[in-house]
């Protein structure tokens, strides 16, 4: 079949928790154009898809030319790359199964792809990131939950039902606090957002001794990490328990499936040696001896929206092309 040419163009979408960004990405990785939006005012997940494709072709026509748009890709919590839904999101305000790649298909008559954060922030890492040139490694995501994604032999590892590497609802305290997934004890409840407040609010109780988090209503882990700056020793403990349990679900992953990185990802990531020194310590203490000393711990180098964006799009140049315009 003679072609005359390709399409060199896809649009990149990152659907965070209050903010929605798209850009056009060309066939180097450049990108061309970029805008977002807040989600605040939309009721339904059906609303923000047709605002979102409106928004889409708007900046397409004003770019490249909707015509020359190959495809989508779409980065969103709990994506299902296999069927193309939102599934029970535990942080977000819209619940349910949302089949948010045949909506956007619908409308904007292009193949649409879509992957959760880790698969999206992993695709980034791979082809932009510090995980280029790395066959197997794992990103991790902290922020309002903990992400992840197990890149494997190539690949990314998707697992039957597309939920392979949900390494933020494993168990890594019995009984312990309930997660947003509805189980008690995950990972995610102990080094999420709210799981570090927790902590070291708990801290404060059980303790009379002097800290600048004391009275705080506005306690937040950036915060905790101006406060450890200052040599606030319960802020410094906040972040040494924190770093302690990731440490150990870690060293529990790379046990079974031995990367040669682990990339975290996410404002959590940016605490610096407060976590990352007690994370490293617990994970080289766990992990199984034979993978000591052969795992990188790495904070990636990308900005969030960046990453995401140029993920989403490398993910949309794999999906099979499709359009109702030819």
């Known amino acids: 079949m003679l072609t005359e040419s390709i399409k060199t163009h896809v649009v990149g979408i990152d659907i965070a928790e209050e903010e929605t960004s798209y850009a056009i990405v060309d066939v180097r990785g450049n990108i061309l154009a970029k805008d977002s939006f807040p989600l605040n005012d939309f009721a339904t997940m ?26 989508v890709g779409l980065c969103a919590r709990c994506a299902n790359t296999i069927n193309g839904c939102i599934e029970e999101a535990p942080n977000s305000r819209w619940k349910g199964r949302m089949p948010i790649a045949a909506m956007m298909r619908d409308q904007l008559g292009l193949a649409v792809a879509i992957g959760n954060v880790g698969y999206i922030r992993a695709l980034g890492e791979h082809s932009y990131g510090c995980a280029h040139g790395m066959n197997n490694f794992v990103i991790i995501t902290m922020s309002v939950g903990i992400g992840s994604c197990l890149f494997m032999n190539g690949h990314v590892h998707l697992g039957t039902n597309g939920f392979a590497g949900e390494v933020g609802h494993t168990c890594v305290v019995e009984d312990g606090r309930e997660c947003g997934c509805g189980q008690k004890g995950c990972l995610e409840a102990y080094c999420a957002s709210k799981g570090i407040v927790e902590t070291a609010r708990k801290l404060l109780e059980k303790s009379d001794a002097p800290s600048l988090m ?5 306690l937040s882990p950036s915060l905790i990490v101006k406060c450890c700056e200052q040599g606030d020793e319960l802020a410094i403990e906040t972040y040494r328990k924190t770093g302690n349990i990731l440490g150990i679900g870690l060293a529990n992953l790379a046990s079974v499936i031995n990367p040669e990185g682990i990339i975290l990802t996410g404002g959590l990531s940016r605490a610096g040696k407060w976590l990352l020194e007690p994370t490293n310590e617990a994970f080289e203490a766990h992990v199984f001896h034979n993978v000591q000393g052969r795992t990188k711990i790495l904070t990636s180098t990308l900005s969030d929206v960046e990453r995401d964006i140029l993920g989403a799009s490398a993910l949309a140049w794999q999906v099979k092309e499709y359009s109702l315009f030819k």
């Open 46 to 71: 059906n609303d923000v898809a047709t605002h979102l494709c409106e928004r889409v072709v708007t900046l397409a026509e004003n770019t490249c030319g909707y015509e020359n748009v190959r495809s």
């Open 214 to 218: 004391r009275g705080r209503d506005d």
